[in-house]
């Protein structure tokens, strides 16, 4: 059972593909957890991906590629997993395609969490990171106690440089021109199940594990 979460950045996919994979007992594979490991670990690819990024430049598809075939190739990864952050290109999803093809699977389900960019913005906005456990608030939805301090330890709360408007809406264009077109793509394969994605999370975790059970009956 492989399924690829879609969505703009802080639609939420990271949040509701954990727990989806938890609900489900599959692998739950990040795009950023499997950068990390890779850099840390300096793996060959890691090493790789790092001569791009010390010069500023995009890691090619090929790279990332490889890396996320790594992982699937691993043996939590035999019964399915969740996929979040990849493929996030229309080469990339064609590569997932023909590497499940070749283990006589595919993916089964695409779920887009829609959420208005206005949404997107006052979400990321207002988000706020404690500069020493990395506890995560929001300024509306989950405020400290004390604003600008952190309830668990008392560090500093800040907004992460990828948050402010002006980043969340380059973020928001680069997401529309290079990652969008997977809508159409897995619309075309028959697997894409939209879901209204500015509701409770639990609601949300719901429905997706009601799409899941369905995909999986079908
Ligand atoms: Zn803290």
Known sequence: ?????????????GTQAR?????????????????RENLKNETPLGKLAKTYMDRGELVPDAVTINMVMDRLA??????GAVLDGFPRTLPQA??????????????????????????????????????D??????????????AGVCDKCGGELYRRTDDEPETVRNRLFVYY????????????????????????????QADLVDAVRLAQSG
Do not use: N, W
């Open 177 to 204: 021109k290079q990652t969008s077109p997977l809508v159409g793509y897995y619309f075309a394969h028959s697997v894409l199940k939209t879901l209204a994605g500015d509701r409770e999370m639990a609601a949300v």
């Open 74 to 79: 691993q043996p939590d990864c035999a019964k």
């Open 1 to 13: 059972m492989f399924v690829i979460m879609l969505g703009a950045p802080g639609a939420g996919k």
């Open 133 to 146: 456990c990395q506890a995560m608030y929001h300024v509306d939805y989950s405020p400290p106690e004390v």
């Open 94 to 131: 064609a590569a997932l395609d023909e590497a499940l093809a070749q283990r006589d699977d595919r993916v089964r389900l695409a779920p887009l969490l829609d959420v208005s960019d206005e949404a997107v913005i006052d979400r990321l906005a207002g988000r706020r990171v404690c500069r």
């Open 19 to 35: 727990m989806l994979a938890e609900a489900l007992d599959l692998a739950h594979i990040s795009s950023g957890d499997i950068f």
